[in-house]
């Protein structure tokens, strides 16, 4: 038996699990794919996760970006540079993600992937974790495997609805990549927008709506392709993928009996950018504080977890969903009055890198998007 059993070995699983053994616990981390493996997802990382960590990801970074670019149904560009010390990261999650893995082995933790978890109970102190090849004892389970894991439901935890999202991967040459910007695309897709994150040989393009109803396939591929036009990509050379993202949409539990819900599986996204990465990362540290706390006899702990997360992150995420609500139902009038203003990239970067919060920008954005609001504008 363990101290821990983290299910997922994604940023929120690898960052519980160093976390954790680094304070010499005994934690077990199972993963469903063999890994390294594959993960759909953008790649954009903010430097400030450097915070809650003692070693260098320099190793995993692909890219550093400072330059942003925006457009309006593929015009009207806005060239803009982030004004923070350190540019946003870019990263190949399966090289990402294995390196935090790896950190928490050498830390000690155990790691077991290409195992799939059929089912967990809990009896007497300890959770019982089943898998097609035995099953595991910890008297504490971290949830951890994302936004369509199972785990959440089992331990009767339903913290978010799951918003379907579309990314296209397209391999390009490497020359012409490096002269690309992080890129945002705003009115071509209703009630959302598109973006890509290119990488050091790739462009990862991606579509995600934060409003109204589910995105649907036919019109995230049509957007998608025009979207990789307009960098000189095809999409027939890139590959199509599928994928649910967790948006926050208002405080839920995220214990229960001896048990967390961390990363995707616990709704974290920002719902105003769908950054998943950082909050994912700080939930990791958050659930490794308290089950620590529990494991030395604190009978708080797990439930001071909720409360952490809830006034640490999800306090901030209310004016964040509030922003959004109104900017993606007018996108027009939001790119003309916001997006084209000089400080919107610089508020941005402070907001990535934690220096500020949507609560300290919420009531003059709204108020001027509001303000701004003419008949027939913004459709």
Not at 28 to 49: D, H, N, Q, Y
Not at 233 to 254: E, V
Not at 275 to 292: F, N, Q, T
Request: glycine content about 10%.
């Amino acid at each position: 038996m363990v101290d821990c059993i983290v299910v997922g070995a994604g940023p929120a699983g690898g960052t519980t699990a160093y976390h954790l053994a680094k304070q010499g616990h005994a934690v077990l981390v199972l993963e469903k794919a063999t890994l390294p493996r594959f993960k759909p997802c953008s790649g954009a990382v903010s430097p400030s996760i450097a915070q809650w960590f003692d070693f260098d990801f320099d190793p995993v970074i692909d890219r550093r970006i400072a330059a942003i670019r925006y457009t309006w149904k593929l015009d009207d560009p806005v060239n803009a540079k982030l004004k923070t010390s350190e540019p946003i990261w870019m990263v190949q999650r399966d090289a990402f993600d294995q390196f935090l893995i790896q950190k928490a082995q050498e830390k000690g933790a155990e790691i077991q992937d290409n195992t799939t978890v059929t089912g967990i109970k809990f009896s007497g102190d300890r959770w019982q974790v089943n898998t097609a090849t035995g099953t595991f004892d910890a008297p504490y389970l971290v949830a951890a495997d994302g936004a369509n894991g199972p785990l959440a439901n089992w331990l009767g935890l339903s913290p978010g609805k799951t918003r379907p999202a579309a990314l296209l991967d397209i391999p390009v040459d490497a020359e012409a990549a490096q002269t690309v910007p992080i890129s945002f695309e705003f009115g071509l897709l209703k009630n959302g927008c598109l973006w890509n994150f290119p990488k050091t040989n790739r462009y990862t393009l991606a579509a995600c709506t934060f409003r109204g109803g589910d995105l649907k396939d036919k019109e995230a591929k049509a957007q998608l392709e025009k979207y990789a036009s307009s960098f000189g990509a095809s999409a027939n050379q890139g590959t199509y993928y599928q994928h649910g993202l967790k948006l926050w949409d208002g405080n839920a539990p995220l214990h229960t009996q001896n048990a967390l819900l961390a990363g995707e599986a616990a709704a974290v996204a920002d719902p105003l950018t769908a950054e998943g990465i950082r909050p994912s990362i700080l939930s990791g540290v958050r659930a490794a504080e308290a089950v620590a706390k529990a494991l030395a006899g604190d009978p708080d702990a797990i439930a001071g977890y909720s409360h952490t997360m809830h006034n640490e992150w999800g306090e901030d995420m209310q004016w964040a969903q509030r922003i959004a609500g109104l900017f993606y139902r007018v996108p027009g009038i939001a790119y003309r009055v916001g997006i084209k203003r000089p400080t919107a990239t610089q508020r941005l970067g402070q907001l990535l890198a934690g220096d500020i919060h949507y609560a300290d920008v919420a009531n003059r954005v709204t108020k001027r998007l509001s303000s701004s609001l003419i008949p027939g504008m913004g459709k």
